[in-house]
């Protein structure tokens, strides 16, 4: 328990200062220019969803533009 604890103590993930999305496990910060946008996986799987809802199945494709990003892509 003490190791999870020292790694708070190097990257503090609830720093106010920082209003970033940043990874609890490394302390990775994401920027603005990043597009990651894991915290809208609601919206962005709503989005994939009605794009399928007319055409066939076998005609419906997602293109990365329309994946969730996070930090690890």
Request: proline letters at 5%; charged letters at 25%; glycine letters at 10%.
């Amino acid at each position: 328990m003490k190791k999870f604890m020292d790694g708070f103590q190097l990257h503090d993930p609830f720093d106010s200062e920082v209003p970033e999305l940043r990874s609890l496990a490394s302390g990775l910060t994401a920027s603005e220019g990043d597009g990651i946008n894991c915290d809208e996986t609601g919206k962005v799987g709503l989005e994939i969803q009605c794009s399928m809802d007319n055409p066939p199945v076998s005609d419906t494709t997602i293109n990365r533009g329309q994946m969730v990003c996070t930090l690890m892509t």
